[in-house]
């Protein structure tokens, strides 16, 4: 027997595959007529947070991690690009010159 919060995931999969609305009371009525209640408080927190959101266009973009970026910046965003990467470098390269524990006067096993 599936579980309800799975059903209740399948119903609204349906219900997004058929171009429908998910709504508590459609993910209800077909997970009834799967034979797997759903206590209608989960079916109306699935369908409140899916609400306004498309879901094939969250099943295509699984590993995206947020909006798409841009691969190749414009000419002049490159040169700055560039130049706040050097002193990103440099920034860092200053850090772990401040971090040693030689500058302290002791070691680790002294």
């Known amino acids: 027997m599936a579980s309800p919060d799975l059903a209740a995931t ?3 999969l349906i219900l997004a595959d058929e171009g429908l ?3 508590s009371d459609k993910i209800v009525e077909l997970t ?3 034979g797997v209640p759903v206590e209608p408080i989960w079916a109306q927190l699935l369908a409140k947070a899916l609400e306004g959101k498309d879901i094939k266009d969250m099943l295509t973009n699984v590993g995206a991690a947020g909006p798409a970026v841009s691969v190749a910046p414009a000419a ?3 040169a700055a690009a560039g130049g706040a990467a050097e002193e990103a470098a440099e920034e860092k390269k200053e850090e772990e010159k401040e971090e040693s524990d030689d500058d302290m006067g002791f ?3 002294d």
């Open 10 to 12: 399948y119903a609204a």
């Open 21 to 23: 609305e998910i709504s």
């Open 32 to 34: 009834n007529a799967a």
């Open 76 to 78: 002049g965003g490159a």
């Open 107 to 109: 070691g680790l096993f």
